[in-house]
């Protein structure tokens, strides 16, 4: 049998920008019928440019998206204001817990009485009015270190060395608050709670397995087991928590960054999903040569069997086209592509 290889690729707002003048201000988040407007011109020309390896789409239909992307759909819930630029995601202001008060007085956010989870659930309705609930995406959440470090900074990480009562009750909070609102929009547009979460976790590169074991597992085995299942990224360099990964229950995929030891993640994660990353800033400025090299080396340290996707996620404004070609031919001569695209969420990488 053929080795079944996964390839995904999603591009950054600033690649739409600089490419087509689309402009991803507030108005984009805020007003759906310009988004799905944006999305269908983007997914038209994703398809001129790369519908050869089955990119975009000739004749996309409508399809609402709300949402501002996980991280600052649940930050913004404790007060973070949230911030937008044409080219690039929305992100929230940093840092606003600065206190202990601040922290201790945190309490879970009731989604319907909570901006903007409350213009969320009026888009909501309204356009699965318009359009069928089943055709709308709703806002989607993210993972409670990466949404810790919005609201509290790095201090969050010397709150784990002399005051851990603290960084416990804030990983607390966001833990509870993303089973509400994900347990909130599964019930809306299902009817019920739908079957594994992805748990965020981009930043893990930063912690040592002492910290991950202590602070993250046991938050991530919350919310595995109270989906059935989780998805984890790990986009940095992460050879250092490989071993602590195999404590998380059930975890069913894994983003490994760049530079991590892929021989060794698949021995030590043996039968979990394995998305190797491609650095994004690397992509854009090296010759096509170099990209196949690089992706020679994933598929070469990872020779087995079981899954691996290769993921070129938040691809920048200046991706060369042969560059992404490169990556679709130099897995071809090791397996059969199945590829996987953002259809809907242009950059991220889940
Ligand atoms: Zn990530």
């Not at 999603?10 to 310009?34: A, H, I, P, S």
């Not at 973070?80 to 606003?96: F, L, M, N, Y």
């Not at 990983?171 to 509870?176: H, I």
Request: with cysteine; hydrophobic share 35%.
């Amino acid at each position: 049998m053929t080795r079944q290889i996964g390839v995904r690729v999603g591009f950054c707002e600033g690649y739409f920008m600089k490419n087509y003048g689309v402009k991803f201000d507030e108005g984009y988040y805020t007003d759906l019928n310009r988004r799905i407007k944006t999305d269908i011109f983007i997914q038209r020309k994703l398809y001129e440019r790369f519908g050869d390896l089955g990119m975009g789409d000739p004749n996309p239909e409508p399809i609402p998206v709300i949402g501002f992307g996980g991280q600052v759909n649940v930050c913004a819930m404790f007060s973070a204001r949230v911030k937008v630029t044409e080219d690039g995601s929305p992100w929230v202001e940093k840092g606003i817990l600065k206190t202990e008060e601040d922290i201790l007085n945190l309490k879970v956010p009731k989604i319907e009485e909570t901006w903007p989870q409350t213009m969320f659930i009026e888009q909501f309705d309204k356009y699965s009015a318009i359009y069928g609930v089943e055709k709308v995406v709703p806002p989607g959440v993210h993972g409670v270190l990466e949404m810790a470090l919005d609201l509290r900074k790095e201090e969050l990480f010397v709150d784990m060395r002399l005051r851990p009562y603290l960084a416990k009750k804030l990983l607390d909070t966001l833990t509870q608050t993303v089973i509400n609102v994900r347990t909130f929009w599964d019930k809306k547009k299902f009817g019920r709670v739908q079957n594994s979460i992805f748990a965020g976790g981009c930043s893990s590169t930063i912690c040592s397995p002492q910290v991950y074991e202590e602070f993250l597992v046991p938050y991530y085995n919350i919310l595995s087991d109270k989906f059935g299942g989780c998805h984890l990224c790990s986009c940095g360099k992460s050879s250092h928590l490989l071993e602590s990964f195999t404590r998380i229950n059930n975890l069913r995929s894994l983003h490994l960054g760049r530079g991590t030891n892929l021989k060794k993640a698949r021995k030590v994660l043996n039968g979990i999903e394995l998305k190797a990353r491609i650095d994004p800033g690397r992509i854009a400025s090296v010759t096509p040569e170099q990209v196949r090299k690089d992706v020679i080396k994933l598929l070469e340290e990872d020779d087995s069997r079981d899954k691996l996707t290769v993921v070129l996620a938040n691809a920048s404004a200046d991706t060369p086209d042969e560059n992404v070609r490169m990556i679709f031919d130099t897995v071809k001569e090791y397996g059969s592509v199945v590829s996987d695209f953002c259809r809907i969420r242009y950059g991220g990488g889940a």
